[in-house]
């Protein structure tokens, strides 16, 4: 079985500049969570869908982050303009729809450098 | 206070002794508890999952929750090098929202 897909696997841009990132989840997967994990610290969630819909976006940081998953499936995180404090991992994981084991399965991130 | 607390470390344990990590938290109704392990440059993995009070085991984990306390643990026996790693608490809370402690680095000293 397939596991999470992220792309790219690193990025470095100067602040003010923008970056996407791409995550294809497990096949079969509804839910969908974009986290960012500063150096030292846990995940913090940006963004949980379920299959297209938003389900919880409280800590998304609106005015640069945005993030879509049209069909369903892939999703696109997306920061612009961005920040030196921006400068993290953004990991993508995926879970069955309604599971409340809480086993979620995580891709390689993506590490994004701010300069 | 934070939501979900761990010690950051590094705990540093010989190799074949037991390795003690411990985690609180704050939402007093949450039900779901989980263990996970990040290597370095790494992705978390779900390694253990408690749900009542009590303790559970897999293998030379075991996990143990006390809910009146607030407080989840996880007790790695016969601990290897290959042990040393981030380990991260996360707790499903009320609001049905999955909240990450920072994570514990544990090292095991061959």
């Known amino acids: 079985e397939a596991g999470v897909a992220q792309s790219p696997r690193y990025k470095i841009i100067e602040k003010r500049q923008s970056v996407a990132f791409w995550c294809n989840p497990i096949?079969?997967?509804?839910?969908l969570y974009w986290y960012q994990q500063i150096l030292g610290q846990g995940p913090k969630l940006l963004i949980q869908f379920q299959n297209n819909g938003v389900v919880d976006d409280s800590q998304l940081p609106k005015d640069r982050f945005s993030a879509e998953r049209l069909k369903g499936v892939d999703s696109t995180l997306k920061i612009q303009p961005a920040k030196l404090e921006d400068s993290a991992v953004y990991l993508c994981?995926?879970?069955?729809?309604?599971?409340?084991?809480?086993?979620?399965?995580f891709g390689e991130g993506s590490r994004l450098t701010v300069l | 206070q934070k939501e979900v607390e761990q010690n950051s470390g590094p705990l540093s344990v010989p190799e074949g002794a037991i390795a003690s990590l411990n985690c609180t938290y704050s939402d007093r109704v949450s039900q779901s508890f989980f263990w996970y392990r990040q290597y370095s440059g790494k992705s978390p993995e779900l390694i253990m999952s408690?749900?009542s009070n009590g303790d559970k085991e897999d293998g030379r984990f075991t996990a143990q929750l006390n809910k009146a306390s607030q407080y989840v643990s996880l007790l790695i026996r016969d601990s290897q090098p290959s042990d040393s790693a981030t380990y991260l608490c996360a707790v499903r809370n009320s609001n049905y929202q999955l909240i990450w402690g920072a994570g514990t680095k544990l090292i095991i000293k061959p």
């Open positions: 096949s079969g997967h509804a839910t």
């Open positions: 408690i749900y």
């Open positions: 994981a995926s879970s069955l729809a309604g599971s409340n084991t809480g086993e979620l399965f």
